[in-house]
């Protein structure tokens, strides 16, 4: 099965701050990850798809790239509403897997 | 608008079965593949459960698989997860969800299933 491995695993940040979040894969998996955005007591949300393209409503701060088999998730200027827990998942093949997850709190 | 409406969680004991439902609203459910995601408490996301539109295919995460059992009913615009063989380690919320142009567009509330003694 692929791995995802997020990093780090908690971090906090500033209103206003650029945050970067990661996700790298045990192998090959070309531009098949996503990004979802998961707050206490609701469903997740898609943020990211195809490693770069925006899901439908996301604000256009958060944006995500990718270089080799190292993906980010970037929020270009942090907003409170911003704290969550962001899970990367690869859908290049079965079992889809999801990363173990980054905790994004505000200072 | 896409709603998608899980049920049947519930507590059971270990060893026990249970059938989660997903009722859909809001799309051709007979046109689109449709998951099963879970997350037990203080733990991340996991997949565990595809099937296609049409049926032809399933896959599962191997963590579940052999136990549960996901089909669904395109005339009902219901997705199932037969769940058998309990264990602790499948407390959990349960999710369905749907791929858009992208996976997981789109969740449904979820249910919560607890296996305790």
């Known amino acids: 099965d692929i791995q995802l491995t997020q990093s780090p695993s908690s971090m906090s940040a500033s209103l206003g701050d650029r945050v970067s979040l990661t996700c790298q894969s045990s192998?090959?998996?070309?531009?098949?990850l996503s990004w979802y955005q998961h707050k206490p007591g609701k469903p997740p949300k898609p943020m990211i798809y195809y490693a770069t393209n925006l899901a439908d409503g996301v604000p256009s701060r958060f944006s995500g790239s990718r270089s080799g088999s190292d993906y980010s998730l970037t929020i270009s200027s942090l907003e409170s509403e911003d704290t969550a827990i962001y899970y990367c998942l690869q859908y290049d093949e079965y079992p889809l897997t999801f990363g173990s997850g980054t905790k994004l709190e505000i200072k | 608008e896409v709603q998608l409406v899980e049920s049947g969680g519930g507590l059971v004991k270990p060893g026990s079965s249970l059938k989660l439902s997903c009722v859909a609203s809001g799309f051709t459910f007979s046109s689109y593949g449709m998951h099963w995601i879970r997350q037990a408490p203080k733990k991340g996301l996991e997949w565990i459960a595809l099937?296609?539109?049409?049926?032809?295919?399933?896959y599962y995460a191997d963590s579940v698989k052999g136990r549960f059992t996901i089909s669904r009913d395109n005339s009902k615009n219901t997705l199932y997860l037969e769940m058998n063989s309990l264990r602790s380690e499948d407390t959990a919320m349960y999710y369905c969800a749907k791929d858009n142009n992208y996976p997981f567009a789109y969740w449904g509330q979820g249910t919560l299933v607890t296996v305790s003694s």
């Open positions: 192998q090959g998996i070309g531009n098949y």
């Open positions: 099937i296609y539109y049409d049926s032809s295919n399933k």
